[in-house]
């Protein structure tokens, strides 16, 4: 499913910035409006992905926030959302939402999953990610 939302500018990168940037998913999401976010941070996804010479990270970002707004609203997609993060991460290197993403699989049931974000988070420098796991 392509939802298409009107934007100033068609970079496709600043698209799915500014739909996911702001956080403004997020915002729906603490509002209440949980279909809202989960549309708005599928379309910043969509956005960032819609070439291959956009910035991966804003995909991941994206991507990041809507598995766990997913997880949070126990929404069917979850899963899926949470192993697209950890296969971009995967690909691209990014250690910090690998983490995140083994974090969400942990939060989903996945035990062993705490190990991988171990494992990855030693790899980075984000103390906010530190004291995530220190606190499991």
Do not use: H
Not at 1 to 8: D, E, F, G, K
Not at 22 to 32: M, Q
Request: proline share 4%.
């Amino acid at each position: 499913m392509t939802i298409n939302v009107p934007l100033p500018f068609s970079d496709p990168c600043w698209e799915g910035l500014d739909q996911a940037e702001p956080r403004l998913g997020l915002v729906e999401e603490v509002e209440g409006d949980v279909p809202g976010a989960l549309r708005r941070l599928e379309v910043a996804r969509q956005c960032a992905a819609r070439t291959t010479d956009c910035y991966v990270w804003i995909e991941a970002y994206a991507l990041e926030a809507l598995a766990g707004v997913a997880i949070r609203a126990q929404s069917r997609r979850a899963v899926e959302w949470v192993e697209d993060l950890r296969s971009l991460a995967a690909r691209t290197g990014m250690r910090e939402m690998a983490a995140q993403a083994y974090l969400y699989k942990f939060e989903l049931g996945d035990e062993d999953a705490l190990d991988g974000a171990r494992v990855m988070a030693a790899e980075t420098q984000n103390p906010a990610l530190a004291a995530k796991l220190t606190a499991i």
